[in-house]
């Protein structure tokens, strides 16, 4: 039996989720569904956003279905009991160090894109974000020095072990795709960026197929906007691809259209699943959210956690065909509602 | 006598100079120049990237003139030879805290930029950058750990009076402006950003004219593609803003238009004077550099060291005349060489 924990979480992130259950539901894979609460929702029923009951379910499951967390409400708390907490306690407790963020242009929404069409059209990459060490895990703090002057502080730093292991995954990743692979980092000023990519270009002599380069970061999100069709594979750290995939997704047009994946490993592993964009808390509870997003990252789920990639590009097809078809949420510039884009997915299907 | 300071330094960075120095020559405003080598090229000659008989040229001097640093045949030398540290150097030297990027769309090039015109129209703002803090010049190391496994390190981090000064900047541009301030940051993850969050809504009690709004660095990322128009005036951290500024200036068309102000105080004060673009190896010697961003530098020059704002306006007007005109470097579409660009420049004036 195979059971897919849904954690829904906070602002569209029920409303798009439910979605994305009634697509799995309606293929017949005899999945068990285990819902539980997370972020700001879990903090205002158990007092955690990441209960332990919580953090269970996610364990125990084959896949998890993640929608979103994030409630302005719990801006003033102590950072511990934060809605973010959750997703960041996910990926340490669940050990997913491969953020995997495809940004790809669906056929019909060229128009949606800031990016003149034929500049969009051209966008078929993956952002490959490391999800376990950086500034994100390092030591931190916020204190008040001697002479009364408040400080934060962030320690960003990475070890060869954690380079090595996700660069591996955009070597093997390029590999199967157009063997191109840009690895981002800022060299020129951080030495944890040094050791990036002293670590990267040591490991591409096992891929002498595969062609390396390196930007820096400021060049990156530049290019992303100039020419995003130059890039197959972009490898990077967690601060940094937390910023260039959100860039590159808007490229594509709407943030509502992309998927992602977080893993323990390569392939075959567990995962975590979940929309890009956040909880949206403007928007909540309005039916005006995309649940194409959510609906994708089942798909993700189908292919990498458990091993139907048929039933994932049915999935796709159907979404592509719904959209085709002339479905759109307000994002996109229609007026459909959440459940409706779902049934016009589900239509397709 | 005013007396400017050229540090032309490395790539396309001594060619723009040069034309930035024409155009100031033909304004006769009796300015002596005087050049110091910097960047890889001062390496070379003379074994460091920031000697100090051009730290001495540069403190004397009213303001400087900066052109580019970057030479990937040093690439592999100790951090502390390589041509950047000469701008980072320089910055901490002589107290550059402030750091201006203005990115405006100018007359004729709408069809340069990768976004619709329509959106690549609206886009006027200026991004204040802080330049002498966060993970650029905290603590940082290279180190084998004992169980021979490497580790970069780099400490992110702000104090209260770090943060206040910049953000005074900030509010007094933006009441000189359209009253809007954007704060960027990632304060939902970084104890550094939550600092910079407090600080500057703590000053903004100071300026109720003000509309401040907070917006974390991803999501900026992406704002910055769907909807630049929205921006007016964006504060932000030293890494943060090196990453925007970077973007926002593609969103106009040509990173070859864009100049930069470094300044240690909010007006009046001595500034270094640069191109936002890099070095640019690959094409640097051939004659095919766009000098408009050296040339809008000077202008940057006169108005905030020099207080000659109508020397200044017209040496923008006159990039904007050959503009319309029809001038074109090869990063614009067209085939005019740096000189002939400049020429074209000098004849609007
Ligand atoms: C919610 C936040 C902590 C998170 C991150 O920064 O990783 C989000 O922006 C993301 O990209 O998944
Ligand atoms: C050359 C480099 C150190 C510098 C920076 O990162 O500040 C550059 O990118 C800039 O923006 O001026």
Redesign the pocket.
Known sequence: MTTIAILAGDGIGPEVTVQARRVLEALDLDLTFEEAPVGGAAYFAAGHPLPPETLDVAKRADAILFGA??DPRCDALERKFRP?QA??GLRAALGLFVNLRPATLYPGLEDASALRPEVAREIDMVILRE?NGDV?FGEKGYRTAANGTREGYDVMSYNEAEVRRIAIVGFEMAKRRKNKLCSVDKANVLETSQLWRDVVIELSADYPEVALTHMYVDNAAMQLVRNPGQFDVILTG?LFG?IL??QASMCTGSIGMLP?ASLSAWSGANGLY?P?H?SAPDIAGQGKANPCAAILSAAMLLRHSLEQPEAAARIEAAVSAALVAGARTPDLGGTMTTSEMGDAVLAAL
Request: proline residues 0%.
């Open positions: 967390v994030g973010e997703i960041l999800l994100y967690n937390d995939s959100d992602s979940e890009i956040g």
